[in-house]
């Protein structure tokens, strides 16, 4: 998870390689059905399971560094996971559902994703499994969602100024955002993968990272402002309901990392 480097540096960085052939090994076992430990990446770590497996990652289609806490729309595969998430997740994922008619509507193109979080038309869901074009087989709903309403949030803190772009063949898209499309998606039985952070809070996000983005120049004053007041809003979500802020996806990765053989596969939805 987090990296004071990016994947456009690879070729500055030889020691990526290896990591690289590390996730492929990884996933060739589980393909072959061969003992393997299980792998999560968050952030630096899921745009590293994309680029090794065959997928892209970029700069954020906005073009600026995300620093925020998030709302994140999960999509339907998300409830068919074989690592239950919590009931909590569940309840708040059926209520983003109810608000889509019911069924999962279509995320937003990568280049539409900021432009619509802007209207205040919400993001559009999907059940997404990247075929073996390339492409991205969707099942089409309704245009929006309506806005969550506080209580049905889940949260995640970001910090990135790249994204996956591009999901690797065979992994199923599991949730996205306004500003990040592939926020949270799985790649067969093994390998799970997030682009928020639901390991750090906001006191470690702006005791170690607000300062070095004032630095460099990646933050204006006004960005600042709204992300100190998305991670005021995070707190207070985790004060009353720690799972809705990020402890969702803690949860679901403890479960992923405890299941044994097939048990914690998204594979399922994926076929």
């Given at each position: 998870?987090?990296?004071?480097?990016?994947?456009?540096?690879?070729?500055?960085?030889?020691?990526?390689?290896?990591?690289?052939?590390?996730?492929?090994?990884?996933?060739?076992?589980?393909?072959?059905?061969r003992p393997?430990?299980?792998?999560?990446?968050?952030?630096?770590?899921?745009?590293?399971?994309?680029?090794?497996?065959?997928?892209?990652v970029g700069?954020?289609?906005?073009?600026?560094?995300?620093?925020?806490?998030?709302?994140?729309?999960?999509?339907?595969?998300?409830?068919?996971?074989?690592?239950?998430?919590?009931?909590?997740?569940?309840?708040?994922?059926?209520?983003?559902?109810?608000?889509?008619?019911?069924?999962?509507?279509?995320?937003?193109?990568?280049?539409?994703?900021?432009?619509?979080?802007?209207?205040?038309?919400?993001?559009?869901?999907?059940?997404?499994?990247?075929?073996?074009?390339?492409?991205?087989?969707?099942?089409?709903?309704?245009?929006?969602?309506?806005?969550?309403?506080?209580?049905?949030?889940?949260?995640?803190?970001?910090?990135?100024?790249?994204?996956?772009?591009?999901?690797?063949?065979?992994?199923?898209?599991?949730?996205?955002?306004?500003?990040?499309?592939?926020?949270?998606?799985?790649?067969?039985?093994?390998?799970?993968?997030?682009?928020?952070?639901?390991?750090?809070?906001?006191?470690?996000?702006?005791?170690?990272?607000?300062?070095?983005?004032?630095?460099?120049?990646?933050?204006?004053?006004?960005?600042?402002?709204?992300?100190?007041?998305?991670?005021?809003?995070?707190?207070?979500?985790?004060?009353?309901?720690?799972?809705?802020?990020?402890?969702?996806?803690?949860?679901?990765?403890?479960?992923?990392?405890?299941?044994?053989?097939?048990?914690?596969?998204?594979?399922?939805?994926?076929?």
């Amino acid at each position: 998870t987090g990296s004071h480097h990016c994947i456009r540096e690879r070729g500055e960085c030889p020691w990526m390689e290896s990591l690289f052939a590390l996730i492929r090994s990884v996933h060739a076992a589980h393909a072959a059905g061969r003992p393997a430990p299980r792998l999560v990446g968050c952030c630096f770590g899921a745009q590293a399971i994309a680029h090794a497996l065959g997928g892209e990652v970029g700069r954020n289609p906005s073009q600026e560094f995300v620093f925020k806490a998030e709302e994140i729309l999960p999509h339907a595969a998300l409830l068919e996971c074989a690592w239950a998430p919590p009931p909590a997740l569940a309840a708040a994922a059926d209520a983003a559902l109810a608000r889509c008619g019911g069924r999962a509507p279509a995320a937003p193109a990568a280049e539409d994703c900021d432009s619509e979080a802007r209207r205040g038309e919400g993001a559009r869901l999907s059940a997404t499994t990247v075929d073996g074009s390339g492409g991205e087989a969707e099942e089409e709903g309704p245009r929006h969602c309506a806005p969550a309403a506080a209580a049905q949030r889940l949260l995640l803190l970001e910090s990135h100024g790249d994204c996956v772009l591009r999901l690797p063949e065979g992994a199923t898209l599991l949730a996205s955002s306004s500003s990040c499309r592939h926020e949270l998606y799985g790649v067969g039985s093994g390998i799970l993968a997030a682009q928020g952070h639901p390991e750090m809070s906001v006191a470690l996000f702006l005791e170690k990272i607000l300062p070095a983005l004032r630095d460099k120049g990646r933050i204006s004053p006004e960005g600042e402002a709204e992300a100190c007041a998305s991670m005021e809003r995070f707190d207070s979500v985790a004060a009353a309901e720690p799972l809705l802020a990020g402890g969702w996806l803690l949860d679901g990765i403890s479960r992923f990392l405890r299941a044994g053989g097939g048990a914690g596969s998204c594979s399922a939805a994926a076929s």
